[in-house]
C-alpha cells in the first residue's frame, strides 16, 4: 500500500507559478513511477506528467516548456514545478504512484489561475 499527500496548491494569477509537493510512504519508492494528473470540472483526467524511478520524463504537451516535475527519491518525494499558468491549467492536480498494474492517488491539491 502506497500513501500519497499533495501539498503546494493555490490561487495565482496568470504568468505566475507554483510548486507542488507530494510525499509518498509505506513502499519502496525509488521502484515507483510517479506522475501528477489533474482534472477540471466536467472534464476526465488527464496525465500532465511522469517521471521514473531513474529519472525519466515525459510531459503532455500542454504544459511542455512550463512544468517541470522532478523527484527526490531521498525524501520519497515528487515535485512539480509549474511557470507561466494559464487559466486553463485551473484543475484539481493529483498525485499518481504506480507499479505495474497498480495505481494508488491522492486525494488532489486545487490550482486556480484567475486574474
Known amino acids: 500500500q502506497v500513501h500519497l499527500v499533495e501539498s503546494g496548491g493555490g490561487s495565482v494569477q496568470p504568468g505566475g507559478s507554483l510548486r507542488l509537493s507530494c510525499s509518498a510512504s509505506g513502499t519502496f519508492f525509488r521502484t515507483l513511477v510517479m506522475g501528477w494528473y489533474r482534472q477540471s470540472p466536467g472534464k476526465q483526467r488527464d496525465a500532465v506528467a511522469v517521471v521514473s524511478g531513474s529519472g525519466y520524463t515525459n510531459y503532455a504537451d500542454a504544459v511542455k516548456d512550463r512544468f517541470t516535475i522532478s523527484r527526490d527519491n531521498a525524501k520519497a518525494t515528487v515535485y512539480l514545478e509549474m511557470n507561466n499558468l494559464k487559466p486553463e491549467d485551473t484543475a484539481v492536480y493529483y498525485c499518481?504512484?504506480?507499479?505495474?498494474?497498480?495505481?494508488?492517488w491522492g486525494k488532489g491539491t486545487l490550482v486556480t489561475v484567475s486574474s
Open positions: 499518481n504512484a504506480a507499479r505495474g498494474a497498480v495505481d494508488y
